[in-house]
């Protein structure tokens, strides 16, 4: 398949969890602050079995007082580093998949929350470099 749509918050996580449990190099994050708290609970047995795995896993995310403490509990699996300035919800991984969310999560019920899935090698590689550029600039949580 090239391309899908999920539909609702819990399947998209669904799905996320599976691009991570098959992810084979990289998995590459970038959330809202609230998304940040739903990572740790939906994500964090994923992210601790891709770790162990050799799987570098980075996530930037605005870090707040209300989150500080979910950025560092991810810190053990991950490589979190604080977004600023920028909203955007997605994810790739082994710079072939790409998952985006078309919503905003802070005004969006989560039963109608949407995800777009992609399978384009062409497309991740040109998104996770841009990601990398605003990557470097941004301060990392430990």
Same mark, same amino acid.
């Given at each position: 398949?090239? #391309?899908? #749509? ?16 098959? /992810? ?21 047995? #994923?992210?601790?079995? $891709? !770790?162990?795995? &050799? ?15 979910? $950025? ?16 955007? !919800?997605?994810?790739?991984? @082994? ?8 919503? @905003? ?7 109608? @929350?949407?995800?777009? *899935? ?6 991740? !590689? ?7 550029? /605003? *990557?470097? &600039?941004? &301060?990392?949580?430990?």
């Amino acid at each position: 398949d090239l #391309s899908g #749509s999920l539909r609702g918050r819990q399947n998209i996580y669904n799905h996320l969890d599976m691009m991570i449990r098959d /992810a084979e190099k990289t998995v590459t994050i970038v959330t809202t602050a609230e998304g940040l708290n739903r990572k740790l609970e939906a994500l964090m047995p #994923s992210f601790e079995k $891709a !770790r162990k795995r &050799k799987i570098i896993i980075r996530i930037a995310a605005p870090i707040t007082q209300a989150n500080v403490k979910i $950025a560092k509990e991810l810190a053990k699996v991950a490589e979190v580093r604080n977004l600023e300035g920028m909203k955007a !919800r997605f994810t790739i991984v @082994d710079s072939n998949q790409v998952m985006f969310m078309l919503l @905003d999560d802070e005004t969006t019920h989560p039963n109608y @929350d949407i995800g777009v *899935w992609i399978n384009t090698p062409f497309f991740a !590689r040109t998104l996770e470099q841009l990601f990398e550029l /605003a *990557w470097q &600039k941004m &301060k990392q949580v430990k």
